[in-house]
């Protein structure tokens, strides 16, 4: 897991640690000392903490004037046993909608697992973006299928056309494109 490092070819465009309204602003990461661990794995210093110990993610951009973000994720998504929800959004999420971010697009590939709890959280994220979206990219199948089955997918948009977006390829605002595009036809 040390050598799954956050998606950096965008960096010329966007630092989540330069931008005054991010809440990573500042934050200094080493390229060479290993301390974050999801299960006694070591992971890539350039992970962002946000209080849980199976989940790490990156905020890899954020347009302010379009009100969209892009996240990326790796490890275990837990709500049951760590309540990760509730430290994506206490410390990511109210913080970027109340700096006017109200769509997300969430990158989930490297996310292995999903164990649920309730949606309350899911709900409350979903009512506070009003006219925004969620949409999930590239999760694993399984992992899609766990969403599911905990009715999370009625928040966070998954599947069809959207784990097939090749977005590394892309620069932020055409995977922004590309999604909203999806989204736009689910909803009409």
């Keep these: 897991m ?10 010329d465009d966007y630092i989540s640690s330069e931008d005054e309204r991010s809440p990573f602003f500042g ?11 999801i299960y006694n794995f070591y992971i890539h210093p350039q992970w962002d903490f946000i209080g849980s110990p199976t989940l790490y993610l990156k905020v890899i951009y954020v347009d302010y004037d379009r009100r969209y973000a892009i996240i990326e994720f790796i490890g275990e998504w837990n709500d049951c046993i760590t309540n990760d929800i509730m430290f994506l959004k206490r410390e990511l999420i109210e913080l970027m909608v109340d700096e006017g971010i109200n769509k997300f697009i969430l990158i989930g590939e490297n ?21 925004g979206w969620i949409a999930g990219i590239n999760f694993r199948e399984h992992v899609i299928d766990e969403f599911k089955r905990s009715n999370i997918d009625y928040y966070i948009s998954f599947g069809g056309d959207l784990d097939e977006i090749n977005w590394r ?18 909803l009409n």
Aim: proline fraction near 3%; include cysteine.
């Design 2 to 11: 040390h050598d799954i490092e956050p998606f950096y070819k965008w960096r």
């Design 27 to 37: 934050k200094e990461y080493s390229e060479f000392e290993f301390t974050d661990t």
């Design 111 to 131: 996310v292995l697992n999903f164990h649920s709890s309730d949606d309350c959280y899911y709900e409350e994220w979903f009512q506070d973006i009003d006219d």
């Design 169 to 186: 390829i892309l620069k932020p605002i055409q995977l922004f494109k590309n999604v909203e595009e999806q989204i736009t036809k689910r």
